[in-house]
Antibody
């Protein structure tokens, strides 16, 4: 059974840092595309970042240069390092497996974790 | 960036009725790479439909998707009490992958 369990959320001051983790089971993180998607309180879904099986990484413009996605193959775990946090980064952060339907980086999200809340406030 | 606009914002229906949700794209979605998700309060989104019309594993056949180009539809043929939730569309034919703002399906 596929499971994704996020952790690491919490309250942080503007300008601060936080690292989110997503422990996967039932499949291998390193051979799949893995992504972070966030949802601000009462709002819709926003794609944040992806790491491809080959290791390439991509980011939404809103977080580029501040967030870093990575993985630890030995722990089968995905990470999101968030620096220079802003109030507008407040959201529930979901990790999700991204399924490539075409082999050309055309992916949708077939499995999701339960999310972890990040609150940026002084 | 492709902008997805979902309508209506809120849909009020009764169990047993048919629901029709719309997702319109600002430009053509290549190869009908359009997915639909269901989200209940306090829960993660769940994949319902991919490729505009293919049901994900375990999704009941009362859920169906259709459309191409810029206009897509999610239809729920006979609403069950557990179907009342927020529904999002997502295009994955171009980057960045984008979501619609959601349609809330509420009990009338």
């Amino acid at each position: 059974e596929v499971q994704l369990v996020e952790s690491g959320g919490g309250l942080v001051q503007p300008g601060g840092s936080l690292r989110l983790s997503c422990a996967a089971s039932g499949f291998t993180v390193s051979t799949n595309y893995m992504s972070w998607v966030r949802q601000a309180p009462g709002k819709g879904l926003e794609w944040v970042s992806i790491i491809y099986s080959g290791g390439s990484t991509y980011y939404a413009d809103s977080v580029k240069g501040r967030f870093t996605i990575s993985r630890d193959n030995s722990k089968n775990t995905l990470y999101l390092q968030m620096n220079s946090l802003r109030a507008e980064d407040t959201a529930v952060y979901y990790c999700a497996r991204a399924y490539d339907s075409s082999g050309y980086y055309d992916y949708y999200f077939d499995y999701w974790g339960q999310g972890t809340l990040v609150t940026v406030s002084s | 960036e492709i902008v997805l606009t979902q309508s209506p914002g809120t849909l009020s229906l009764s169990p047993g009725e048919r629901a029709t949700l719309s997702c319109r794209a600002s430009q053509s979605v290549s190869s009908s790479y359009l997915a639909w998700y269901q989200q209940k309060p306090g829960q993660a989104p769940r994949l319902l439909i991919y490729g505009a019309s293919s049901r994900a594993t375990g999704i009941p056949d009362r859920f169906s998707g259709s459309g191409s180009g810029t206009d897509f539809t999610l239809t729920i043929s006979r609403l069950e009490p557990e179907d009342f939730a927020v529904y999002y569309c997502q295009q994955y034919g171009s980057s960045p992958k984008t979501f619609g703002q959601g349609t809330k399906l509420e009990i009338k």
